[in-house]
């Protein structure tokens, strides 16, 4: 199993950043998929999550109506755009496989979020 995250950054409070986890290794229909985050000092935690057919979504409340994830089945990626980005959104993000935290047994390695002015 293999999980590479890319795209993140440094952006200014108010902007946007796209997230990509391109999934190897496995049958990727097969699973739902989700985005963590970890902020220093903090314990990491479940962002988003979708189901493998891509049918439902579930979110953490503090990034309802700005984030969004998604899955592209034929090119085994998870997306996850964010924005209206707040300070507290500056974290290592990393994709999971799984689509809660019971169930999740791979992640990435992870790619920096950084939101300031």
């Known amino acids: 199993v293999q999980l590479v995250e890319s795209g993140g950054g440094w952006v200014q409070p108010g902007g946007s950043l796209r997230l990509s986890c391109a999934a190897s290794?496995?049958?990727?229909?097969?699973?739902?998929m989700s985005w963590y985050r970890q902020a220093p000092g903090k314990e990491r935690e479940l962002v988003a999550s979708i189901t493998g057919d891509g049918d439902e979504t579930h979110y953490i409340d503090s990034v309802k109506g700005r984030f969004t994830i998604s899955r592209d089945n034929a090119r085994n990626t998870v997306i996850l755009q964010m924005n209206s980005l707040k300070t507290e959104d500056t974290a290592v993000y990393s994709c999971?496989?799984?689509?809660?935290?019971?169930?999740?047994?791979?992640w990435g390695q992870g790619t920096q979020v950084t939101v300031s002015s």
């Open positions: 290794g496995f049958t990727f229909t097969r699973y739902a």
């Open positions: 999971g496989r799984g689509g809660m935290v019971k169930y999740t047994d791979y």
